[in-house]
């Protein structure tokens, strides 16, 4: 079926570094706008990056600098590469690809365009000590 399942959690030291990797299956991630979001519990969901079809990507404001978004076309897999992680950075992770279909998720993250996600990721969780 189409999902995707997220490996790569973890407990890091202030200033360590992490790779969260979301494996897609039942779809191209190639032919699919994805992203990464973050999410404290009772708050909003947090942008942290996007990544396009094309390969165009962008960051959000408090990662800026810190974080790298990568597709493996070859692995079907996407990547989030954090360095100099802060306490702050603390949370659940997800991943997510708008496939540009009709599905509606069941979504952890309540987020207005650009993008209209059809698939998430279980969430991982990252946290980091000080």
């Known amino acids: 079926e189409l999902q995707l399942v997220q490996s790569g959690g973890g407990s890091v030291q202030a200033g360590g570094s992490l790779t969260l990797n979301c494996s897609a299956s039942?779809?191209?991630?190639?032919?699919?706008?994805m992203g990464w979001y973050r999410q404290v519990p009772g708050k909003d969901c947090e942008l942290v990056s996007t990544?396009?079809?094309?390969?165009?990507?962008e960051y959000g404001d408090s990662v800026k600098g810190r974080v790298s978004v990568s597709k493996d076309r070859d692995k079907n897999t996407l990547y989030l590469q954090m360095n100099t992680l802060r306490p702050e950075d603390t949370a659940v992770y997800y991943c997510?690809?708008?496939?540009?279909?009709?599905?509606?998720?069941?979504?952890?993250?309540?987020?207005?365009?650009?993008?209209?996600?059809?698939?998430w990721g279980q969430g991982t969780q990252v946290t980091v000590s000080s």
């Open positions: 997510a690809a708008d496939l540009g279909t009709a599905v509606v998720p069941v979504s952890p993250c309540n987020i207005v365009g650009p993008y209209e996600y059809n698939y």
């Open positions: 039942g779809f191209g991630i190639g032919a699919a706008d």
């Open positions: 990544i396009t079809e094309n390969g165009v990507t």
